[in-house]
């Protein structure tokens, strides 16, 4: 039930120089299907991540960190990344700890680097302790078919409830040198800002020196994979980690020079498609929602105010039906938590229909205006609060019969 | 699909001296059903309320809190309420708070009264006007059948989504003197703390002082209708009002006397019962779910926690699948915004079963044991956050198609 979700053309995913990626079958959880993705990158490589906020963060999330953490202390590189699905390794105590470690240390081993030169993800069900010595044993069958043009098997092999794989890629020319950037995402419940049972690798070619790219890594997460919500729940795994190869000609070595910015804008589309993508692949999704909040006194109140709309389940079956009952949206603008927010001041649009003026129905509005954009497969709404200068803009989607059907049948 | 909600007995609800309500067919929405109750009070009768913290709180709800405002400087009574149901006259403007005016303009000049002296209450569709010429219309048959023993029928009377009406009475006896509680309560969707569409009327026929019954409604709200959540949503009209109608000997003066804490005790037990009325009936519920959260640090955090889990999608929907996927119980907890919590410490049971323990899954716990629990119509969550002696308890329900269904179709 995807929402206009285009599936990647593996030709058109482009490779780029200095990561390789291959898979495997490893039966993490169930049998012939790809479940273990390793990418190896080049010497010249930086890495940089943003990872959920959720206490209960799981294993591999506290690995990561450790060993970003330790590479910016003690300087050194990341040489691969390995991700499995099936299983989370999340609520596992320190035996998850010790299996997430221990899947570092294998894959260390076959690649002749530290285990702390790793970073292992997964994602799947949340309690359960990791089966490592099926991934163990999957790990050389992945590091035999290492390729460069494996994004389009690589995206397969980090779906869960995923529909299809998610990928995209282009090129840019920065400074007269050409950039290659090809991203991987998966995730299609728990999706919510700061983040999703969301896994996002994004890599390009160009040398980004390790200050520079954790800088960019957070704006960019900011102005994409934190702008999605389909469950509200923020998983505790969310990973999205910034990749730059360093074997391209172009060098980024300044927070804000001219390079950076126009590094960082094509990081930010692309990051915001791979993002979209997650959204319109959401469980059950029939309707693909834009929330934008104008004219607020802070970007944080509008963003409150936008999330608010997204989560609400009256609002997101209202568009499953597409039902103009759009008073729902009102109610969820009011409970925000916006405790000054003046509502004679709001006005409410539909794509381009007027529907609430000054905080009430607007007297030229018509029934039939909002069941017609109700229809479409895409939406905007946008809210003006009147009361400032600021904005912000999420993507959402519908909540559906069979949002519930997937997530009740999840395990089974 | 209500869950072990009992139907009340028209002949358990005992009247309350001193108030009399009667009903009307108004056809606000739909031909052929009570959509208008009026509840006339005696003149001893003190009321307070508590009401919904939306921005977009409805016109009724305005003037609700005028007319108890100017009650508050001016001194006065209330001489009686007036509930509609079909329309919440929310997100209505002007016309809307004219229409709540004339409303009770009306209903005052028939019982010979100022306006100033009946309470509006409207529930249903947002950002409609209300068919206000309807509604007068149908006042004078509502205050023709006016009868002290008309609780199940204004029980039916302010009924929406609601698959029955919900109602409870109760007598008690205080420093030797009888008196008698009943209470009606409406709501199955937009459920959520502070308020829901949520109608609550409890009346005694104790006398107690306009301040004393002012500070017992917020602390009996806090404890009831406060502490439950169907879907998170706040509605723009929610509303609870405590009744005393000053008819009987009992006389309550003083906040903190004996016959304070015991009056408030009972009417905090009866209001407890029909607020989880309205979570048993709440839309397409299968399960009753009670989540308690104990050894906080403060009551804050333990409701935060607890409102976290009973709110989260993937939970409810585990729940409706009687699917013992708890991981998703640790995600939501993790995600709650305690930010210090320090997971290592936090224990997690489901009624008996002692499913995770210091974080991680309990070594001990058995799958079996989960499902056993899982399949019950009732169930326990009880978090221990291993950090304090705070505790709160909230109760809510599962998620399933059938709220889907019943959302998307609400206007149909």
């Known amino acids: 039930?995807?929402?206009?979700?285009?599936?990647?053309?593996?030709?058109?995913?482009?490779?780029?120089?200095?990561?390789?990626?291959?898979?495997?079958?490893?039966?993490?959880?169930?049998?012939?299907?790809?479940?273990?993705?390793?990418?190896?990158?080049?010497?010249?490589?930086?890495?940089?991540?943003?990872?959920?906020?959720?206490?209960?963060?799981?294993?591999?999330?506290?690995?990561?960190?450790?060993?970003?953490?330790?590479?910016?202390?003690?300087?050194?590189?990341i040489r691969a990344l390995v991700v499995n699905t099936g299983n989370a390794n999340a609520g596992t105590g320190d035996t998850g700890l010790a299996n997430a470690n221990a899947t570092c240390a294998a894959l260390a081993d076959l690649l002749g680097c530290e285990p702390s030169q790793i970073l292992p993800f997964s994602t799947?069900?949340?309690?359960?302790?990791l089966p490592v010595d099926r991934i163990k044993a999957g790990l050389p069958q992945a590091?035999?078919?290492?390729?460069?043009?494996?994004?389009?098997?690589?995206?397969?092999?980090?779906?869960?409830?995923?529909?299809?794989?998610?990928?995209?890629?282009r090129t840019v020319t920065i400074a007269g040198k050409a950039v290659t950037l090809t991203g991987i995402s998966k995730g299609a419940g728990m999706i919510k800002p700061n983040m999703a049972t969301m896994l996002g690798f994004l890599a390009m070619d160009a040398r980004v020196a390790q200050?520079?790219?954790?800088?960019?890594v957070k704006?960019?997460?900011?102005?994409?994979?934190?702008c999605i919500t389909i469950d509200g729940?923020?998983?505790?795994?969310?990973?999205?980690?910034?990749?730059?190869?360093?074997?391209?000609?172009?060098?980024?070595?300044?927070?804000?020079?001219?390079?950076?910015?126009?590094?960082s804008a094509a990081v930010t589309s692309l990051s915001q498609e791979l993002a979209q993508m997650i959204v319109r692949d959401g469980e059950g999704a029939t309707k693909f929602i834009t929330v934008t909040v104008e004219e607020g006194m802070s970007v944080e109140e509008c963003r409150k105010i936008a999330y608010s709309?997204?989560?609400?389940?009256?609002?997101?079956?209202?568009?499953y039906a597409s039902d103009p009952n759009l008073g729902r949206i009102l109610a969820a603008i009011g409970y925000a938590g916006v405790d000054d927010l003046d509502v004679?001041?709001?006005?409410?649009?539909?794509?381009?229909?007027?529907?609430?003026?000054?905080?009430?129905?607007?007297?030229?509005?018509?029934?039939?205006?909002?069941?017609r954009v109700m229809k479409q497969s895409e939406i905007t709404v946008r809210v003006k609060l009147g009361r400032g200068t600021a904005a912000a803009t999420i993507w959402t989607c519908d909540l559906s019969h069979e949002y519930v059907s997937i997530n009740a049948d999840y395990r089974s």
Chains 1, 2 share one sequence.
């Not at 001041?345 to 029934?367: C, F, I, Q, T």
Request: aromatic share 6%; charged share 20%; hydrophobic share 40%.
């Open 233 to 263: 729940d923020t998983s505790t795994n969310d990973s999205f980690m910034l990749i730059a190869t360093g074997a391209a000609a172009l060098e980024v070595n300044e927070i804000g020079s001219p390079e950076y910015t126009e590094l």
């Open 211 to 216: 200050p520079v790219l954790e800088h960019m």
């Open 309 to 319: 709309i997204g989560h609400s389940p009256l609002v997101k079956t209202a568009f």
């Open 219 to 226: 704006e960019v997460a900011d102005k994409s994979f934190n």
């Open 124 to 129: 799947g069900v949340i309690l359960e302790q």
């Open 1 to 77: 039930m995807a929402v206009n979700l285009p599936l990647p053309v593996a030709a058109n995913l482009k490779p780029v120089a200095g990561i390789e990626l291959g898979y495997a079958e490893a039966g993490v959880r169930k049998a012939d299907r790809k479940d273990l993705l390793v990418m190896k990158l080049a010497p010249t490589a930086s890495v940089a991540g943003v990872f959920t906020k959720n206490r209960f963060c799981a294993a591999p999330v506290q690995v990561c960190k450790a060993h970003l953490e330790g590479l910016r202390m003690a300087g050194g590189s």
């Open 143 to 169: 590091i035999a078919n290492l390729k460069t043009d494996n994004w389009y098997n690589a995206a397969q092999a980090i779906m869960t409830t995923d529909t299809q794989p998610k990928a995209a890629s």
């Open 344 to 371: 004679g001041k709001l006005d409410l649009y539909l794509d381009d229909v007027w529907v609430a003026r000054s905080g009430g129905r607007n007297p030229d509005y018509k029934e039939e205006d909002g069941q």
